[in-house]
C-alpha cells in the first residue's frame, strides 16, 4: 500500500455512526479499511507509509457546493483558501454568471459584470469559449500539472442569456430561446453537471418562467440539476422559494437551492417556513437540495442592488445612467424608497453595507467602511467601474441554525475570494461548521455534519465513487481534530486560515501535510457523465 492512517476515528459521510479502523490508500483510492475488533484472521494494513491518526477523524473531503473560484484555480496554484479547509470539490460557474459559454462579445461583458466577483482576469489567457474548452483548460492550469481541488462546473444561465438576447429585458424570441436551449445542451455533454441561474442579476433575471422551464426540461434530459439564486431572499423570499419549486416540477428537473437563506426584517424567525414548504414539496416527491453558509452576512458586487431597469443593456449603459444626475436620482429613490428587485424588494439601509473590495487600488480606504448614503455609493459605482464588493449585513442566526439542520442541507461557502477583506465564509466554512456548530453549540452531531458535507453533495453531484470513505472510493480525504478544528477567518481578518486540519488528501495525495500546503496539485475537472 502507499499510506495507511492508523487508528482514524472514521466519520464515513453517511451519518451513520463513527468507528476506529486503520484506512489504506493505494494507487489514488481507499484500498482497505479494517475496523478496530476485527476477526483476528484480518491483519492490519502495512504500507510504505503509516500515519498516526489517533485522537484524529477521518472524513472524505469536503463538497462545497456554491463556490466562487472560477478564476482563482486559474490564478492561483496554491488555493489554500479552500484546500487548508478540506475542501477537496468545489462547484463553479454558479449564479447564472461565469466565462463559458462565450463569444469574443459575451465574455468582455461578463468580464466586466463579475469583475467584483473574480477580478477582471487580466491575469488570465483566457483561450476557451466553450464549457469543454473551460473544463480541458482546468485540467491544463499550471504547465499541465492541474489544480489545487477538483472543480465541477454548472452552466450559468445568465451568460447563455447574455449570448442569445443580450441585456435586454423581454422575453426570447422562439430562435432565440432554441439557441439558448442548444448552449444549454451543449454544455452538459461536454461535462457541465446542472445549470445555474442568479435571478436578482442581469440578464439573467429578465428571464420569465417560462424561458427557464424550458432550459430546465434540458437539464433533466440530461440528467443534471436546476441551482437558481432565486428571485428574493427578502421581502419575497417565499414567493420566490415556491417559484422555483413550481418550475423544476412541472420541468421534471432537480433542484439545488443555492444559498438557501432567509434574509432582513421581515424574514427574521421565518426559516420554519421555509422548511415547511419544502418539506411539503419533498413529501410529494419533489428533488429538491439547498446549501448554505453558517454565517449571517451575505456578499455580493455593488452594483447587484440596483433596479434591474438600472443595469439593461450591460455594463456601459449601468455607467451612463450612474453618470446622468437624472437617471442616478430614480435610481437613488427606487433603492430608498420602493426597494429595488436588486435589492431583493426591500428598501436598502445603507448602514447594513460595508465595502469588502475594491478593483481600483486608489478606492482602497473605502474597504472596511460602511457605505454612509447613495452619494458614496455611486461615486464607488462609477469610479470603480461596477468592481466594487460588499457585505451585507441582514442575516438572522435563528434562520441559520434552522436550516442547516434540514434533512437536504450541504455545505457551500458562496465564497468570492476577491478584495482585502473578503467575507470570512471564503476561508472558514467547513471548518465553523464542525467546530462552532457542532463542538461549541450542537446544533448537529458531528457524524451529521460531514454527512451534510461530503456524502449528500456527493449524492446531488451523482458521483458514484467519492463522498463517502468505502474501499474502492477515491481517496479525496481530511483529517481533522474534532476537538481543536475551527475557523481562524474573522471579519477583521478574512484570509486567516482555519486550525486543527493537518491532512487533506486529493486523489490520495496529500495538498495539505502536517498543516501546511504542499506543492501537489491533484485537482481536475470532474465532469457529468450520465
Known amino acids: 500500500m502507499d499510506l495507511v492512517f492508523r487508528d482514524a476515528e472514521v466519520v464515513d459521510g453517511s451519518s451513520g455512526p463513527s468507528y476506529r479502523a486503520d484506512v489504506a490508500i493505494d494507487g489514488g483510492r481507499i484500498a482497505a479499511i479494517v475496523k478496530e475488533g476485527a476477526a483476528a484472521g484480518c491483519r492490519r494494513p502495512t504500507a510504505r507509509r503509516v500515519v498516526d491518526a489517533e485522537g484524529l477523524a477521518l472524513s472524505p473531503g469536503f463538497i462545497d457546493m456554491h463556490a466562487h473560484s472560477d478564476l482563482a484555480l486559474l490564478r492561483d496554484p496554491d488555493h489554500s483558501a479552500k484546500a487548508a479547509q478540506g475542501v477537496t470539490l468545489e462547484v463553479l460557474g454558479q449564479d447564472g454568471l461565469s466565462y463559458a459559454p462565450v463569444d469574443d462579445r459575451t465574455l468582455a461583458e461578463v468580464r466586466t459584470a463579475i469583475t467584483g466577483w473574480n477580478g477582471h482576469g487580466d491575469d488570465i489567457d483566457f483561450d476557451w469559449r466553450t464549457v469543454g474548452g473551460y473544463l480541458d483548460r482546468l485540467d491544463r492550469a499550471h504547465g499541465g500539472r492541474g489544480i489545487a481541488v477538483n472543480a465541477a462546473y454548472l452552466v450559468p444561465q445568465g451568460t447563455v442569456r447574455m449570448q442569445a438576447v443580450g441585456w435586454e429585458d423581454r422575453p426570447a424570441s422562439e430562435a432565440e430561446l432554441n439557441r439558448m436551449r442548444r448552449l444549454v445542451a451543449e454544455g452538459l455533454e461536454q461535462g457541465a453537471v446542472g445549470m445555474s441561474s442568479g435571478l436578482t442579476y442581469t440578464p439573467g433575471m429578465y428571464a420569465p418562467d417560462a424561458e427557464l422551464t424550458e432550459l430546465c426540461r434540458v437539464v433533466a434530459e440530461y440528467g443534471g440539476y436546476y441551482c437558481p439564486h432565486h428571485r428574493s431572499y427578502g421581502a419575497g423570499a417565499l414567493r420566490a422559494y415556491e417559484e422555483m419549486i413550481t418550475l423544476t416540477r412541472e420541468a421534471g428537473c432537480a433542484l439545488h437551492l443555492a444559498h438557501a437563506t432567509m434574509n432582513f426584517g421581515v424574514n427574521r424567525g421565518r426559516a420554519p417556513d421555509l422548511l415547511a414548504l419544502l418539506d411539503e414539496a419533498l413529501d410529494a416527491g419533489a428533488d429538491i437540495s439547498l446549501d448554505t453558509y453558517p454565517y449571517t ?139 462552532r456548530y457542532v463542538r461549541e453549540l450542537g446544533v448537529l452531531s458531528l457524524e451529521e455534519c460531514v454527512a451534510h458535507l461530503t456524502g449528500r453533495p456527493a449524492a446531488r453531484l451523482r458521483l458514484p465513487d467519492r463522498g463517502l470513505v468505502r474501499e474502492g472510493y477515491v481517496a479525496d480525504l481530511v483529517l481533522f481534530d474534532p476537538e481543536s478544528v475551527a475557523a481562524g477567518a474573522t471579519y477583521s481578518a478574512p484570509r486567516t486560515l482555519p486550525v486543527g486540519i493537518p491532512h487533506v488528501l486529493v486523489d490520495g495525495r496529500f495538498v495539505i501535510e502536517d498543516g501546511r500546503r504542499t506543492d501537489v496539485l491533484a485537482g481536475r475537472s470532474i465532469r457529468r457523465t450520465h
Open 297 to 435: 452576512p451575505g456578499c455580493t458586487t455593488l452594483v447587484a442592488v440596483l433596479p434591474s431597469w438600472a443595469s439593461e443593456g450591460g455594463p456601459e449603459a449601468v455607467l451612463a445612467r450612474l453618470r446622468d444626475d437624472g437617471t442616478a436620482e430614480r435610481i437613488r429613490h427606487h433603492l430608498e424608497v420602493l426597494g429595488s428587485d436588486g435589492c431583493h424588494g426591500v428598501p436598502v439601509e445603507w448602514d447594513t453595507i460595508e465595502v469588502s473590495g475594491v478593483s481600483d487600488p486608489a478606492l482602497a480606504e473605502f474597504t472596511g467602511r460602511r457605505v454612509d448614503g447613495w452619494a458614496t455609493a455611486r461615486r464607488l459605482l462609477i469610479e470603480d467601474r461596477l468592481g466594487t464588493t460588499i457585505l451585507q449585513h441582514v442575516g438572522h442566526e435563528e434562520n441559520v441554525r434552522a436550516i442547516m439542520r434540514h434533512r437536504v442541507h450541504t455545505g457551500g461557502s458562496d465564497g468570492i475570494l476577491q478584495g482585502l477583506k473578503p467575507h470570512p465564509r471564503a476561508y472558514g466554512t467547513f471548518p465553523r461548521y464542525l467546530g
